[in-house]
C-alpha cells in the first residue's frame, strides 16, 4: 500500500498540531505499540536541510498504542524558525522489528507571521 496524500498548512509562530488515527483496510486502529515514528518538513525532496523535524524521542511525536492514535506537535518556537514559504513533508512509522512504513507525505504551505 502507498502512502496517503495529504497536504498541509503550518501557521509560523504558532503551535502547529495534528492528530491521526492509522486504520487498516478492515478500519481497524493498528497497533502502535513498540512503534517509533519521525516526520521532516523540508524545502524540496532533494534539500539536506530540514526545516522542521520531529520524532518520537524528540517529543515532537506522540503514539497511541492499540488506540493506532498519532499526535505531531510542534511548538511555537519550532515553527517561528521555519524560514520558508512552502516545503515538503512525509511521516513514517518504524515497528520494534525494523520494518519501516511511510503513512503520509505531501506537500506544506507555511502561512508566515506577522505579529512578532
Keep these: 500500500?502507498?502512502?496517503?496524500?495529504?497536504n498541509i498548512v503550518i501557521e509560523q509562530g504558532a503551535t502547529f498540531t495534528w492528530n491521526l488515527i492509522w486504520?487498516?483496510?478492515?478500519?481497524?486502529?493498528?497497533?502502535?505499540t513498540g512503534y517509533t515514528a519521525r516526520m521532516q518538513v523540508?524545502?524540496?525532496?532533494?534539500?539536506t536541510e530540514k526545516l522542521l523535524d520531529l520524532t518520537t524521542e524528540?517529543?515532537?511525536?506522540?503514539l497511541g498504542g492499540a488506540l493506532g492514535t498519532i499526535a505531531v506537535v510542534a511548538s511555537a518556537a519550532l515553527t517561528e524558525a521555519?524560514?520558508?514559504?512552502?516545503?515538503?513533508?512525509?511521516?513514517?512509522?518504524?515497528?520494534?522489528?525494523?520494518?519501516v512504513?511511510?503513512?503520509?507525505?505531501?506537500?506544506?504551505?507555511?502561512s508566515l507571521e506577522v505579529t512578532r
Excluded at 500500500?1 to 495529504?6: H, N
Excluded at 523540508?42 to 534539500?47: Q, V
Excluded at 524528540?58 to 506522540?62: K, L, M, Q, S
Design 58 to 62: 524528540n517529543g515532537g511525536i506522540t
Design 101 to 110: 512504513k511511510r503513512l503520509i507525505e505531501g506537500e506544506v504551505t507555511i
Design 23 to 32: 486504520n487498516d483496510s478492515t478500519s481497524t486502529p493498528v497497533d502502535l
Design 82 to 99: 521555519v524560514d520558508a514559504k512552502s516545503g515538503v513533508y512525509d511521516l513514517e512509522l518504524e515497528s520494534a522489528s525494523g520494518v
Design 1 to 6: 500500500m502507498t502512502a496517503g496524500v495529504k
Design 42 to 47: 523540508r524545502k524540496t525532496k532533494a534539500s
